[in-house]
């Protein structure tokens, strides 16, 4: 067949390098401070699931979606704040310095990201759970159902 992927070899240094070397990798010392960098932004939904069986629960979680959305299927814990509602008095039930995690649907989705610039922009720490809905049930994480629990 020639269609087969060849054998793994020792590495080499070929006059032309492949596609993947054609960009040099970065120093590892440029590497460390960017993935270190990243992960202040953003958390994975094993963590989240990790630290809410835990109960080392130290974020507060919420579900960007629509109450709608909310009611068919959630994180559980999750509360339902949609990224549009999250304003200066809604926030301040909450102290200055709490973290929160917030998740929509999935990487196709952007509520997230609005999310997070809202809050950033009201003064709070924020953090996106990567995947949402998407990534928690391709880890196989069990959903909640029932009617929006709404930040008050």
């Given at each position: 067949m020639t269609d087969m992927i060849p054998e793994p070899q020792p590495a080499t240094h070929p006059a032309t390098p492949s596609y993947v070397a054609e960009t040099p990798a970065a120093a590892p010392e440029a590497i460390a401070t960017y993935y270190a960098r990243k992960l202040a932004f953003e958390t994975d939904c094993w963590d989240v699931h990790a630290s809410l069986a835990s109960g080392r629960i130290d974020f507060v979680l919420l579900d960007v979606r629509s109450p709608a959305m909310f009611e068919r299927s959630h994180?559980?814990?999750?509360?339902n704040l949609p990224h549009g509602k999250m304003t200066a008095h809604r926030m301040s039930q909450w102290p200055s310095d709490t973290l929160f995690v917030v998740y929509c649907a999935g990487p196709h989705c952007n509520g997230t990201d609005k999310a997070a610039l809202r809050l950033a922009r009201l003064g709070y720490r924020v953090k996106v759970m990567i995947g949402g809905m998407t990534g928690?049930?391709?880890?196989?994480?069990?959903?909640?159902?029932?009617p929006a629990n709404e930040a008050a």
């Open positions: 994180v559980p814990g999750a509360q928690w049930a391709d880890e196989g994480f069990d959903f909640e159902t029932g």
